[in-house]
């Protein structure tokens, strides 16, 4: 039998291609004799034709790095990419913001109503709405006599 053929059957009995499958020179004369797949099954018995490693790229650092970010390691400053709009989407941001914005004019208006009242809650409330503060630090001032 053809040598090629030989190959062929071989990648069909060990599963694999045919690129991995391996010849030995010193036994190529009974290769060459073999006809069925039963004679090819003997050659692969006698280690004859053998079937190579599969030459594929080891995944265990890349599981080693990712249990390491679980943990929170590599990811300092060094290794982001994308700006910090990118990173953390826009809305989310922002329901960050208006969120702590609404729950500090909450609470001002708990612990001080007098001031709450007289900037008015609603117009502080709706200008909040509006991104007219830039952190809870400036509806503070905003409602503790920084009013402009």
């Given at each position: 039998?053809?040598?090629?053929?030989?190959?062929?059957?071989?990648?069909?009995?060990?599963k694999?291609?045919?690129?991995r499958i391996?010849?030995?020179?010193?036994?190529?004369?009974?290769?060459?004799?073999?006809m069925?797949?039963?004679d090819?099954?003997?050659?692969i018995?006698e280690?004859i034709?053998?079937?190579r490693?599969?030459?594929?790229q080891?995944?265990?650092?890349?599981?080693?790095?990712?249990?390491?970010?679980?943990?929170?390691?590599?990811?300092?400053?060094?290794?982001?990419?994308?700006?910090?709009?990118?990173?953390?989407?826009?809305?989310?941001?922002?329901m960050?913001?208006?969120?702590?914005q609404?729950?500090i004019l909450k609470?001002?208006k708990?612990?001080?109503?007098?001031a709450?009242?007289?900037a008015?809650?609603?117009?502080?409330?709706n200008?909040?709405?509006?991104?007219?503060?830039?952190?809870?630090?400036y509806v503070?001032d905003?409602v503790?006599g920084g009013?402009?």
């Amino acid at each position: 039998m053809d040598l090629t053929k030989a190959k062929e059957l071989a990648s069909v009995v060990l599963k694999v291609g045919v690129n991995r499958i391996y010849l030995d020179p010193t036994g190529l004369k009974k290769v060459e004799e073999a006809m069925t797949k039963d004679d090819i099954r003997g050659l692969i018995a006698e280690r004859i034709i053998k079937k190579r490693k599969s030459v594929q790229q080891s995944k265990g650092r890349t599981r080693m790095a990712t249990l390491q970010r679980q943990k929170g390691r590599r990811r300092g400053k060094g290794k982001k990419r994308g700006t910090k709009v990118i990173r953390v989407q826009k809305k989310q941001s922002w329901m960050h913001k208006v969120r702590s914005q609404r729950a500090i004019l909450k609470e001002l208006k708990k612990t001080n109503p007098k001031a709450v009242e007289e900037a008015g809650y609603s117009n502080i409330y709706n200008k909040i709405k509006g991104g007219f503060f830039k952190g809870k630090n400036y509806v503070k001032d905003y409602v503790e006599g920084g009013r402009k």
